[in-house]
């Protein structure tokens, strides 16, 4: 336990250090979990840490879980809750879309973590299936009719 409260604060030095060098506005806050670790980025440079589409969290993230010997989820501004209700609901439309005019729907390029959230919602719907195709960063989900539809 004495190591792992260790190794969580050094995960936690590392952040207040990249956060320093970035010259952001920010301090970290983090609560532990069943998963890992869970950390919260508070400050008048919050915004600035999310980048466009999440896409400076997502870098951070990948960074420190690939320094961390547990998972480490990081957030600012309540960002992935809020992205995952964007993105069930373009799940839903665009699923919604390839059943009323019998065809593919080919979503825009997303992260790892975006493209699951919408598997994950269209599992629920009986009438679709999606995957995804193409090389990173460009991998998309395809969204298509099941063949029993």
Same mark, same amino acid.
């Given at each position: ?23 952001? !506005? @920010?301090?970290? +806050?983090?609560? #532990?979990? /069943?998963?890992? &670790?869970? $950390?919260?980025?508070?400050? %008048?440079?919050?915004? !600035? @840490?999310?980048? +466009?589409?999440? #896409?400076? /969290?997502?870098? &951070?993230? $990948?960074?420190?879980?690939? %320094?961390?010997?547990?998972? @480490? ?11 995952? $209700? ?64």
């Amino acid at each position: 336990m004495e190591s792992e409260k260790s190794a969580e604060f050094e995960v936690i030095e590392l952040l207040e250090k990249i956060i320093c060098s970035m010259k952001l !506005k @920010v301090f970290v +806050k983090y609560n #532990e979990n /069943l998963n890992g &670790l869970t $950390v919260e980025f508070v400050g %008048a440079d919050a915004a !600035k @840490v999310i980048g +466009k589409h999440g #896409e400076i /969290l997502d870098a &951070l993230e $990948v960074i420190i879980n690939a %320094a961390s010997t547990f998972r @480490v989820e990081l957030d600012a501004l309540d960002y992935r809750r809020r992205r995952k $209700v964007v993105l069930r609901r373009l799940a839903k439309s665009k699923a919604r879309e390839a059943v009323l005019l019998r065809k593919e729907i080919v979503l825009n390029a997303m992260s790892r973590a975006d493209r699951k959230v919408i598997h994950e919602t269209l599992r629920e719907n009986p009438k679709v299936e999606s995957r995804s195709v193409g090389v990173e960063p460009y991998r998309r989900v395809i969204i298509s009719l099941r063949p029993d539809a």
